[in-house]
């Protein structure tokens, strides 16, 4: 939340679910998060990528 209110590209990290990761800086253009009592939270983010992607 603090880098889409300071506007700072941040580093991220994704794990897909093959195991694979890929790492970038990335600025938080937009976030939220929904959830009620006795539900699941749910959140998601849109992000504009800075930099190159790396994937291990």
């Not at 590209?9 to 990290?13: I, W």
């Not at 938080?28 to 976030?31: D, E, L, Q, T």
């Not at 998060?33 to 699941?40: E, H, P």
């Given at each position: 939340?603090?880098?889409l209110v300071t506007g700072v590209?941040?580093?991220?990290?994704l794990l897909a679910?093959?195991?694979n990761t890929?790492?970038?800086t990335a600025y938080?253009?937009?976030?939220n998060?929904?959830?009620?009592?006795?539900?699941?939270i749910?959140?998601?983010a849109k992000l504009r990528?800075?930099?190159s992607i790396t994937w291990t």
């Open positions: 939340m603090t880098a590209a941040k580093s991220f990290e679910p093959n195991a890929a790492t970038s938080v253009k937009k976030f998060s929904q959830g009620a009592t006795d539900q699941a749910r959140r998601s990528i800075s930099g």
